[in-house]
C-alpha cells in the first residue's frame, strides 16, 4: 500500500520525520513490503476490504446473546490500575478486578479484608499495571493465579483465578518502577521475575545522584509465587524493560534500553547496541544457598552481583548479548527454542537460540553475538512478537501502525544467508500498537487461533468522546494462511498487555465457600467476639471501637438499626447468608465514604468513625430483589 491509499483509507498519518515514503525507499525493507504483498495477491487495503474481511470472519467472531466465548482473556488497565477480564472472540467485558485502584462498587480500597491486601502500600491510591501472566504447571495454565506489575509504585499483585480477586501484593524494595513482569513456567511458576526499570543510587538517602557512580544500578528481581515475598535480586548493568523465561526453568533473559546509564533521551540512545541479559537461575539459587548473597540498603532479601567485573568479565550469574539499539519486548517462542527480543529503534528482531546458552555460560561460545541465529528486518518500530505454535511470528511495528505475520525457520535461513523471503504478510491496524497476544502463546499449547492487537490510538475508528480517545484493542483471525481483522474494541486507558486461556483452563467458583482465606482474618476477630457469622447479628462494644455484626438475606439486613455514639471507630461485618448463585448484596453508609461488596456467603467488613450525631440510612447497594430498595437500615449515632 502506498501513502495516498493509506490516507484514502484513513489510517495514521506519518510520524514526524519518519517518512512510510522514504522508509519504502530503502532497499532491503522495500523487499519485505513486497513480499507481504504477494502472499496476499497484491490486494490493496482500504476500509471496504478490512470491512469484507470482516464480514468473512463474522460467524466465527460472533458469540449470540447466551452463548459462552471459547477464551477468557485478561486486559491489563494500565494506569487505571486494574485488571480486566474479557471474553474473547466477543471481546465482551466480563469483569474488572480492582488491584492498584479503588474501586467504588466493589470496596477495594476501602474494606478491611482489601486493605490487609495491600498492606502498606493502600496508601497509594494509583497504579499502572503492565503486564498480566498467568501462572503455569509444566509449561500449560493450571487456571491457579494470575500476577501483574504495578509500575508507578514498584508492586507485583497476585489475583487468585478461583474468586477473580487480588489476595497478594508485594512492593518490591531497593527499587524503582518494576515493568516486565514474568512467569516461571517449568516445572511450575516458582518465581515471579520483575524487572525494576529504574537505574537509582543505592542507599538512594541523597548521598548522591550520579548515575554513572558504580552504586548507582537496578535490579532483576524473583518472587516467590506461593508465599508472595521476594526470594531475590541481581544487580544488573543497564536498566531493564521486558522479560521472559524459557521452557526447562533454567534460564531468563531481559531487554535493556539505557545500558548508557543516561537519564536523558539523548544520553540513552547513544550506544548502537544495547543488550539482552540473561540470567542463569540454578547459579544463582546455588550461590544464594551457599550464603554467597548480601544485602542491600538494610532489606533482609538476598542479593547477587550480575554485573561484569571492572576487568569486563561476565559474571557467573549473567550474560549480556548485544542486540541493536533500545530493544523493547522479550518473548519466548512456544516450541521453547528462542528468546525474541523486539528492535523498537531498530527495524530488526534478534533470535536468541535458547540451546546455545549453555555452551555460551560454559564460556565455549566467547562471543555472546554466537548464540545470535536470526535477526529479521521487519519493518519500523517492533515492540512485541506473539506465536501461533506453527512457526510464525507476529510482531508488531508501532511506527508502522502494522502487524507483521513472519517465519521463524527461515529468518533464520536467511540470516545463514539463504535467500528466503520470510515475511509473510503485513496487516494494518488501527493505530500504533503496543503489545499483541495470541491465544495460548505463552505456553505449549499455543493453537495460533485468535490474535489481540492493543493499540494505542484509536483516533477516527468510534464515536468521539472529546479530546481523551479510548485506545482501540483489535481481533485478528490468525487460524488461516492470512490475518483477517474481526473487531474494533474500545478500551478505556490503557490496556499493556493481555493474555488468553480456553475456557476450560479457568474454573471460577461460583459462590464464596466460608472458610475461604480471603476473609479469614475476619471471621478470626468474630470469633474473639463470640460471633457466629452466619448467624449472629450483634453490637460489640470495646471502648470507643464498635463492631457491628450482621447477615443479609435478600432483601433484608440481620440489623436494620444499630446505635452507636459520636466519634466511635465502628467497623461493619456482614455476612451474606444467600447460597444463590449471582445473589451480590451492597453495604453503602450514606455520606461516609462507605461502600462495599458481599458476594453469596461471603463476609466482608469496613471500618469507619461515626463522624455526625444523627440518624443515618445505609442501603445494599447491589440489586439484589424486586425489594431492593427496601432494604435498608439506620445508624443512629447519639451525642457523645
Ligand atoms: S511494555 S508497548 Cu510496558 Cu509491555 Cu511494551
Ligand atoms: Cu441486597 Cu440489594
Ligand atoms: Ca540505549
Redesign the pocket.
Known amino acids: 500500500m502506498n501513502d495516498t491509499e493509506a490516507n484514502n483509507a484513513g489510517q495514521t498519518p506519518e510520524p514526524e520525520g519518519l517518512s512510510r515514503r522514504g522508509f519504502l525507499g530503502t532497499g532491503a525493507i522495500t523487499g519485505a513490503v513486497l513480499a507481504g504483498a504477494t502472499a496476499l495477491g497484491g490486494t490493496v487495503f482500504t476500509r471496504e476490504s478490512f470491512a469484507a474481511a470482516a464480514k468473512d470472519a463474522k460467524s466465527k467472531v460472533h458469540v449470540g446473546p447466551g452463548e459462552l466465548d471459547q477464551y477468557y482473556g485478561f486486559w491489563s488497565g494500565g494506569h487505571q490500575g486494574e485488571v480486566r477480564v474479557l471474553g474473547v472472540p466477543s471481546m465482551r467485558e466480563l469483569m474488572r478486578i480492582p488491584v492498584f485502584n479503588v474501586d467504588s462498587a466493589t470496596g477495594w480500597g476501602l474494606t478491611n479484608e482489601s486493605k490487609r491486601v495491600l498492606g502498606e502500600s493502600a496508601k497509594y491510591l494509583n497504579g499502572d499495571c ?2 498480566p501472566h498467568l501462572s503455569t504447571t509444566d509449561g500449560r495454565y493450571d487456571g491457579k493465579y494470575l500476577f501483574i506489575n504495578d509500575k508507578a509504585n514498584t508492586r507485583v499483585a497476585r489475583i487468585r483465578l478461583d474468586i477473580m480477586k487480588c489476595d497478594k501484593i508485594v512492593t518490591v524494595p531497593n527499587a524503582q518502577a518494576i ?1 516486565g513482569l514474568r512467569l516461571q513456567k517449568v516445572p511450575y511458576t516458582k518465581y515471579v521475575f520483575c524487572n525494576a526499570e529504574f537505574i537509582i543510587p543505592h542507599p538512594n538517602d541523597g548521598h548522591s545522584f550520579d548515575l554513572q557512580d558504580k552504586n548507582s544500578f537496578t535490579l532483576f528481581n524473583a518472587i516467590d509465587a506461593e508465599k508472595m515475598e521476594m526470594a531475590f535480586q541481581v544487580i544488573v548493568d543497564g536498566n531493564l524493560d ?1 522479560a521472559d523465561m524459557d521452557y526447562t526453568g533454567k534460564y531468563a533473559a531481559a531487554t535493556c534500553y539505557n545500558s548508557e546509564k543516561a537519564s536523558d533521551l539523548g544520553g540513552m540512545m547513544r550506544n548502537e547496541r544495547d543488550w539482552v541479559v540473561v540470567f542463569n537461575i540454578p547459579r544463582i539459587e546455588a550461590a544464594i544457598k551457599a550464603g554467597k548473597f548480601i544485602n542491600l540498603d538494610g532489606v533482609k532479601v538476598p542479593v547477587v552481583d550480575g554485573r561484569k567485573g571492572d576487568d569486563g568479565k561476565d559474571s557467573e550469574f549473567t550474560r549480556y548479548i548485544p542486540v541493536p539499539k533500545n530493544p ?2 522479550c518473548n519466548t517462542s512456544p516450541d521453547g527454542k528462542y528468546f525474541i527480543a523486539n528492535g523498537k529503534l531498530s527495524p530488526t528482531c534478534t533470535i536468541i537460540a535458547i540451546d546455545k546458552l549453555d555452551d555460551l555460560f560454559s564460556d565455549k561460545i566467547k562471543d555472546p553475538r554466537g548464540v545470535v541465529v536470526g535477526e529479521p528486518e521487519l519493518g519500523l518500530g517492533p ?2 512478537t506473539t506465536y501461533d505454535g506453527r512457526g510464525f511470528a507476529y510482531t508488531t511495528l508501532f511506527i508502522d501502525s502494522q502487524v507483521v505475520k513472519w517465519n521463524i525457520a527461515e529468518a533464520i535461513r536467511a540470516y545463514g544467508g539463504e535467500k528466503v523471503n520470510y515475511i509473510k504478510q503485513k496487516l494494518d491496524v488501527h493505530y500504533q500498537p ?2 499483541n497476544h495470541a491465544s495460548l502463546t505463552e505456553t505449549r499449547d499455543a493453537d495460533g487461533q485468535w490474535l489481540v492487537v492493543l493499540s494505542k490510538f484509536s483516533k477516527d475508528r468510534f464515536l468521539p468522546t472529546g479530546p481523551l480517545h479510548p485506545e482501540n484493542d483489535q481481533l485478528i483471525d490468525i487460524s488461516g494462511d492470512e490475518m483477517k481483522l474481526v473487531h474494533d474494541g474500545p478500551t478505556f486507558a490503557e490496556p ?2 493481555c493474555v488468553m486461556a480456553r475456557r476450560d483452563q479457568i474454573q471460577p467458583k461460583k459462590i464464596w465457600e466460608r472458610d475461604d482465606p480471603y476473609f479469614a482474618e475476619t471471621v478470626a476477630i468474630a470469633a474473639k467476639d463470640g460471633i457466629k457469622l452466619e448467624t449472629d447479628n450483634k453490637v460489640i462494644r470495646d471502648g470507643k471501637k464498635v463492631r457491628v455484626y450482621m447477615t443479609s438475606m435478600a432483601p433484608t439486613y440481620g440489623l436494620t438499626e444499630f446505635t452507636v455514639k459520636h466519634g466511635d471507630e465502628v467497623t461493619v461485618t456482614i455476612t451474606n447468608i444467600d447460597q444463590i448463585e449471582d445473589v451480590t448484596h451492597g453495604f453503602v453508609m450514606t455520606n461516609h465514604g462507605v461502600s462495599m461488596e458481599i458476594s453469596p456467603q461471603q463476609t466482608s467488613s469496613i471500618t469507619f468513625i461515626a463522624d455526625k450525631p444523627g440518624l443515618h440510612w445505609y442501603y445494599c447497594s447491589w440489586f439484589c430483589h424486586a425489594l431492593h430498595m427496601e432494604m435498608v437500615g439506620r445508624m443512629l449515632v447519639e451525642p457523645a
Open positions: 503492565h503486564h515493568h521486558n523493547h519486548g515492540l512485541h503496543g503489545h499493556h498487555d
